[in-house]
């Protein structure tokens, strides 16, 4: 909602604002083993990741074959299949690796890696030839590693969350619904991972410039929070015919950050306002506005506002 100015709030604030609510849930923290770094994908078409998921479609099972950026989380190619034999992966392989760009040779600009798990699909011949044919190197995760992959294997569970509210009927309505859920989270979910944009901005964006552009806009936003919070304030303070002594005392306590000292303040606006000016200090620690004690106050009449 930052991008389409709508309201400027900081990914921490609407944690907390939602915890509050109880709207979400806390983070829950494991042992897994994070990635490191030369493991990460450092720029867009870097490394592919590709791991099939089961779709129940009426009464059958179909396999969604899907080939991922790991990069920007942005799925590149998918497709709803028959089965996962050599041949039909390999086809999908071939669709997916014509998405690259092109240069002028029209040969592909990048030569993304692919990592797999190790279906029968992924380990046959059919499927070595298209990387091969590509320029390209294809890793296999370790057996019984699935965290190895595990970037695909999340976007594999944000999709079947997805599907969990479609009632899917036949092969063609399925492809649909695929398609619709796969363009919106490519082009319209934030991703944590990725600070809260979508994955085309880090696929084909440039994300660094967005990140700025969303922080001058938090900047700007928290500037103008603090002078509206400053102008009411000021305006709920009785400035009118009230004694100027009593008028630098309720402007020093609004502007001086605690914690003040009653008694110097005191001896700096004159003895004769000494108990107002404690009055207005105890009650502004107890975060109630001074201005209740300052209405009827006057000039030379201080002993007529102690209690």
């Known amino acids: 909602m930052v991008d389409e100015n709508v309201v400027y709030l900081s990914p921490s604030t609407a944690y907390r604002v939602l915890k509050e609510k109880h709207l979400i849930c806390g983070w829950r923290r494991d042992g897994k083993r994070s990635r490191e770094e030369h493991e990460q994908a450092q720029r867009p078409d870097a490394r592919w990741a590709s791991d099939p998921m089961h779709v129940r479609v009426g009464r059958r099972t179909f396999y969604l074959v899907a080939f991922m950026d790991e990069y920007s989380r942005y799925i590149v190619h998918h497709e709803l299949l028959w089965s996962m034999d050599g041949a039909t992966v390999s086809l999908e392989a071939q669709a997916a690796l014509e998405t690259l760009a092109r240069g002028a040779d029209e040969g592909p600009l990048a030569t993304p890696a692919i990592r797999s798990d190790n279906g029968g699909g992924y380990v046959s011949h059919e499927f070595h030839v298209v990387p091969g044919a590509w320029g390209l190197t294809h890793h296999r995760v370790r057996p019984h590693c699935p965290e190895e992959n595990g ?37 319209e979910r934030l991703h944590s991972a990725l600070g809260y944009l979508r994955p085309v901005d880090y696929y084909r964006g440039d994300p660094a410039r967005l990140h700025e552009a969303r922080r001058v806009k938090l900047a700007a936003a928290r500037h103008a929070r603090r002078e509206a919070n400053l102008n009411i304030r000021q305006l709920t303070l009785p400035l009118g015919k009230k004694s100027p002594k009593a008028e630098y005392a309720a402007m020093a306590l609004m502007h001086f ?46 002993s007529e506002n102690v209690m």
């Open 257 to 302: 950050r605690p914690p003040w000292n009653p008694i110097y303040l005191a001896k700096w606006l004159g003895h004769r306002d000494i108990n107002t000016t404690f009055k207005i200090y105890g009650h502004w620690m107890a975060k109630e506005p001074p201005s209740s004690y300052l209405n009827g106050y006057s000039a030379g009449t201080a």
């Open 151 to 187: 970037l695909m294997e999340r976007a594999n569970r944000t999709l079947r969350e997805a599907l969990e509210g479609e009632e899917l009927t036949d092969l063609l309505q399925a492809r649909e619904v695929l398609a619709r859920i796969v363009r919106q989270d490519n082009e």
